[in-house]
């Protein structure tokens, strides 16, 4: 018999109890349990969530039966942003076992995708079982049909799939349009690749974070919200400089080559909305949150930098290759990465000097406050 008290925990990693049920995680207790299952169930009479919940139950009544000590109890992540879910799974989590008194853990699951919070389970209690319920089904072509059927009109699944071949459509058509067929596959490739990149990359969970950062901005009403937009429309600016710079410069060379053009355009103005954007949280910090002034306080610099290299390598590389009509020779080329090497460095050990200068400022003017 398992000495302590044991907790049956069913994870809903994707959060179906509560965007689809409208129910709140974490839920305690078997009753409690059950009303969740039949309002999922009510729901969406094939969600898969609504067998792990009914096993988390079975199992935690076949302990009670047993006479040891156990609750049961269900915690869900985020719908949308993994990210998010899985720090809202810890913090349930957290509470159910401070609420509980439980020492270990059965894990139950409808699936390996919530099987990735088992390290998030096991940080905070041990786990001595794990048991993942898979739902019997008939494999046939009606089936399957519908199994994909469903997975297009999940939200999460749609975006993943569905954009993509969206995108690549509508470029091919818009390459069709403006009479260069000979860049569409360039382009649809290109879009595509950026766009695996940003969901692969976690890009979109910082690019939700910084929509609420310019929520945040806006309700609170800071500098950075005004900073914020007007770095976004450099960047607007950047992209639509560089992509006028394929068309300017286009000409039968490789994949990498098409990005320095594309650079070569955009870097300056991207680093640009960088700095403008920096600036306006070093100001918001320097009338709201002075302590943590000197941790902001190298972001122009530094994004300065890397813009003034990324600017002469581009314009190195380029001439170098002897790109059509490219304004600059090789000589020219040469001066250009010498001058922004050195630029990006003065730069850098720029900031790094403020910043350290402005750490001593601060750490002399904590001791001298009165206690």
């Known amino acids: 018999m398992q000495e ?17 049920a409208g129910i709140e995680s974490p839920v305690v207790g078997r009753e409690a349990c059950l009303r969740t299952a039949n309002a999922l169930g009510l729901a969406d009479p094939e969600d ?39 720090r809202r799974i810890a913090h349930s989590l957290s509470q159910v076992i401070e609420k509980s008194g439980v020492t270990n853990c059965i894990v139950v699951t409808d699936g390996a995708e ?17 048991r993942r319920v898979i739902v019997s089904q008939i494999p046939n072509l009606e089936g399957t049909y519908y199994i994909i059927k469903k997975l297009l009109n999940d939200p999460k699944i749609a975006r993943l799939v569905l954009v993509p071949l969206g995108l ?35 890009i979109d969970e910082v690019f939700s974070g910084f929509v609420n950062a310019l929520r945040t901005s806006l309700t609170r009403g800071k500098v950075s919200f005004i900073t914020y937009i007007a770095g976004i429309l450099l960047i607007v600016v950047g ?35 960088g700095i403008v954007s ?22 122009p610099f530094f994004i300065g930098a890397v813009g003034l290299i990324t600017y002469g390598a581009s314009i190195y590389a ?35 000097g403020i910043q350290h200068v402005l750490y001593k400022y601060l750490a002399t003017g904590r001791r001298t406050e009165p206690t």
Not at 114 to 130: G, K, N
Not at 245 to 269: D, K, P, R, S, T
Not at 324 to 344: C, E, K, M, N, R
């Open 4 to 20: 302590g008290r044991t907790l049956v925990l069913s994870v809903d990693r994707d959060d179906d109890i509560g965007f689809k």
């Open 48 to 86: 898969s969530d609504i067998n792990a919940i009914f096993q988390a139950v079975a199992i935690y009544d076949e302990l009670k039966a047993r006479g040891e000590e156990a609750e049961v109890a269900i915690v869900a992540g985020n719908h949308m942003r993994m990210i998010e879910g899985d």
């Open 114 to 130: 919530d099987e990735f919070v088992l390290p998030i389970v096991q940080s905070r209690l041990p786990v001595s079982s794990v």
């Open 168 to 202: 690549a459509m509508l470029l091919w058509a818009v390459a069709y349009l403006v009479d260069r067929p000979q860049i569409a596959t360039f382009i649809v490739v290109g879009a595509i690749g950026v766009y695996l990149l940003y969901r692969g990359l976690g």
């Open 239 to 273: 992209l639509i400089m560089g992509l006028m710079n394929l068309l300017v410069f286009y000409a039968e060379v490789g994949l990498l080559l098409y990005l320095l053009i594309f650079m070569y355009g955009a870097v300056l103005w991207l680093a640009l909305a």
């Open 278 to 299: 920096s600036i306006g949280i070093i100001i918001d910090n320097f009338f709201y949150d002075r302590n943590s002034l000197a941790k902001v306080i190298v972001f």
């Open 318 to 352: 380029l001439s170098m290759n002897n790109i059509p009509d490219f304004p600059y020779d090789s000589g020219a080329g040469v001066q250009y990465i010498f001058y922004g090497t050195l630029g990006g460095l003065i730069c850098a050990f720029a900031g790094i």
